[in-house]
């Protein structure tokens, strides 16, 4: 009888959870193929060659080793994002 409760529990669990992770997955689908979500600013940011001299900038800056964007951790990211928004482009355009 017990294992009935927790399966139940575990399923209703699960049940309301899912609506929620699917939302967030929808909210990065809608970046760009060559794009990040930016979720402390809740922007896409498109990746091409200028972003990535910027992203170089930013390693230089904080004195990192370069690693590819991609591989970073998500607090790594938003380090990041935080300070490219701090530091914008003169061509707001490409963003």
Not at 62 to 74: C, D, I, V
Not at 78 to 91: A, F
Request: hydrophobic share 25%; aromatic share 10%; net charge neutral.
């Amino acid at each position: 009888m017990r294992l009935h409760r927790y399966l139940g529990s575990l399923l209703v669990g699960a049940a309301l959870i899912a609506p929620v992770s699917i939302q967030a997955k929808d909210r990065d689908r809608n970046c760009p193929d060559n794009g990040y979500y930016d979720r402390d600013h809740k922007d896409c940011h498109n990746w091409d060659d200028h972003e990535s001299r910027a992203y170089q900038s930013w390693e230089e800056a904080q004195h990192r080793t370069h690693r590819e964007f991609s591989r970073l951790k998500a607090k790594e990211r938003s380090e990041y994002w935080r300070w490219r928004h701090e530091h914008p482009d003169n061509d707001q355009d490409r963003r």
